[in-house]
């Protein structure tokens, strides 16, 4: 049985990042990995509702023995945006993402357990993903980009072919398009609903092609972009990622991105960080730039109180 439709969940006071607003936004992120769980972080701190969509083709540490174990959907990623919307430091929260040190459960994240486990239990990911927020106090709602198991597959400029996250992000040569396996997994029907609902829709920094890339490739989160009402942001990169994007500037990264058929409105920057963006090359892809202050005060990250004010004033 499907759980039903929902754009976010109740709000819940968080000092460490903001309550949501009663009255604020419907937005939606999309991606994988640390660039989502920032960017929910940042967004919780203005909208009304919050729902992550997110990438299940890890292949790699917990998430992929869980994967070879149990056939799963990968639950790393699921667990970080979780951790990110969590109500505040709880010793639960803190548990979550607990990784054991000895024994056969050396290297798992309590949290990815709990999640396959409820998934067992229910029958249905999204259903343990629902228990978990309610368990953590969520200010929004984590759902996966499928549910089905998926892999991911790469095909670089030599011609070569990788499967697996991992050996994607290790790929040797400038990768030309991503896709998963298979190729007409369903997309999950409450992320479409939530795309198409939503007032302000954020493709996440991070892993171009293993993280936002991947989400792309599940063919009814794409089709939902196409025509969904809300601006859709991507937020950039602050810098190059090697060997993934290495050599690329800010019109390489939004160029592989709209070629894996993703719309994208606005392409917001950060104009202290390393990555070289030419907003001219940005506007000949028919993309508005915006550029303004986004790196944290170790410019190796974005700042969550920095992003979730230039998203704002998208709106």
Do not use: W
């Not at 699921?78 to 990110?84: M, P």
């Not at 290790?170 to 939503?198: F, L, S």
């Not at 293993?210 to 601006?231: D, F, K, Q, Y």
């Amino acid at each position: 049985m499907n759980p039903p439709c929902a754009i976010g969940t109740v709000t819940v006071s968080d000092s460490r990042a903001g309550s949501l607003t009663p009255d604020g936004p419907r937005v939606v992120a999309l991606g994988g990995g640390h660039g989502l769980a920032m960017t929910l972080r940042a967004v919780r701190r203005y909208a009304g509702s919050v729902t992550a969509v997110v990438s299940v083709a890890d292949d790699g540490g917990s998430s992929g023995r869980l994967r070879r174990d149990l056939g799963v959907p990968a639950p790393g990623d699921l667990r970080k945006c979780l951790e990110a919307l969590a109500a505040g430091p709880t010793p639960l929260a803190a548990a979550f993402d607990h990784r054991f040190a000895a024994g056969d459960l050396a290297g798992h994240a309590l949290g990815n357990l709990l999640i396959v486990g409820l998934a067992e239990t229910f029958g249905d990911l999204r259903l343990a993903l629902d228990e978990c927020g309610r368990l953590l106090g969520s200010v929004g709602r984590v759902l996966p980009a499928t549910v089905e198991p998926v892999a991911l597959r790469a095909r670089t400029d030599g011609g070569t072919e990788v499967e697996g996250q991992v050996a994607v992000q290790e790929a040797q040569g400038r990768i030309r398009r991503v896709r998963i396996t298979p190729a007409d997994a369903v997309a999950c029907p409450e992320a479409v609903d939530a795309i198409r609902h939503a007032d302000q829709i954020v493709l996440a920094p991070g892993s171009l092609y293993t993280s936002v890339a991947a989400v792309l490739a599940v063919p009814g989160i794409r089709t939902a972009l196409e025509t969904a009402p809300g601006r859709i942001v991507h937020v950039a990169n602050l810098i190059e990622q090697v060997p993934e994007t290495a050599g690329y500037d800010g019109a390489d990264h939004l160029r592989a991105l709209l070629d894996h058929g993703a719309r994208i409105d606005t392409f917001l920057h950060a104009t202290d960080g390393a990555l070289e963006v030419d907003e001219a090359a940005i506007r000949a892809l028919g993309v508005d730039p915006v550029g303004t202050d986004l790196a944290g005060s170790d410019g190796a990250g974005h700042d969550a109180g920095r992003m979730a004010d230039a998203l704002r004033r998208l709106l």
